[in-house]
């Protein structure tokens, strides 16, 4: 698909999350902010629902995987109101009953171990065509069960796994490189037997070319994504916190109206 079609796909993610979270006036918008590229490339070109398994690692990333979910045709639009609210199916953190993907993981860091599993189910099934995704964020790499989980499949040359890592230096605490550094992050994973790529996250390009060659690579592969949790929304304000946006009802307006004027 081109380069430009991703990028309306992206900012199609984009402002389903606004209108996802514009009803309760603040919520985890920057996640989709920072990985909608991610997830256009990955599920416009490479997912295949239905013969492919998706893992979301961090749980409040299931917002981005919400509003992807309607352009594989595994949710629909129609669903997305009712994210977040009481008693809903599309919850603001997911669970183990989320709908769309295949696992959500609760503790940060566990999602790799999860899809490692699938891996070598897939294996075990010589299911050989399947492949297993999984999205996680830069500030799970400060848990030991990350690398745990990068060493063993490594050593099981588990090729039928890909990684997308959303490096958008952010946490809950704060900048993720104020409370741990965890780069080089290319090289370390490398070091682990992985075969690494390490692109712009919001070039939608570079990311569906980095897909396509992680997953012709021999054993793991991990696709790193450089991005920001306020990115392809100026009408954020200056210092808006891309963790947990607060989003009051004349600037959800604001975004919607800027998202839909850039896809008319």
């Not at 696709?223 to 954020?236: D, K, P, Q, Y």
């Amino acid at each position: 698909m081109p380069a430009q079609n991703l990028a309306r796909i992206a900012d199609r993610i984009r402002l389903r999350a606004v209108r996802m979270v514009a009803p309760h006036g603040l919520g985890y918008l920057g996640q989709a902010l920072s990985s909608a590229e991610l997830f256009a490339a990955l599920y416009a070109n490479h997912y295949r629902p239905g013969n492919d398994d998706i893992v979301i690692s961090p749980g409040h990333y299931i917002i981005a995987a919400f509003a992807a979910a309607p352009d594989v045709g595994v949710l629909d639009e129609a669903a997305l109101s009712s994210y977040g609210q009481d008693g809903a199916k599309l919850e603001a953190i997911g669970t183990e009953q989320s709908p769309a993907v295949d696992l959500t993981c609760g503790s940060l860091g566990q999602g790799l171990s999860g899809a490692i599993g699938f891996a070598l189910a897939r294996r075990f099934k010589t299911d050989s065509g399947a492949r297993v995704f999984v999205l996680m964020s830069d500030g799970e790499l400060e848990e030991g069960q990350v690398w745990e989980a990068a060493m063993f499949a490594a050593h099981h040359h588990l090729d039928n796994i890909t990684v997308l890592l959303d490096a958008n230096d952010s946490q809950v605490d704060g900048p993720v490189s104020s409370i741990t550094t965890i780069e080089p992050i290319a090289k370390k994973w490398e070091s682990f037997g992985w075969a690494a790529f390490d692109v712009d996250g919001h070039d939608a390009a570079a990311v569906d070319a980095a897909l396509s060659a992680a997953t012709a690579s021999p054993g793991p592969a991990i696709v790193i994504g450089r991005t920001s949790t306020v990115h392809g929304l100026a009408a954020l304000p200056p210092g808006a916190d891309g963790h947990f946006i607060k989003l009051p009802a004349d600037l959800a307006a604001a975004a919607i109206a800027e998202l839909e004027a850039r896809l008319a």
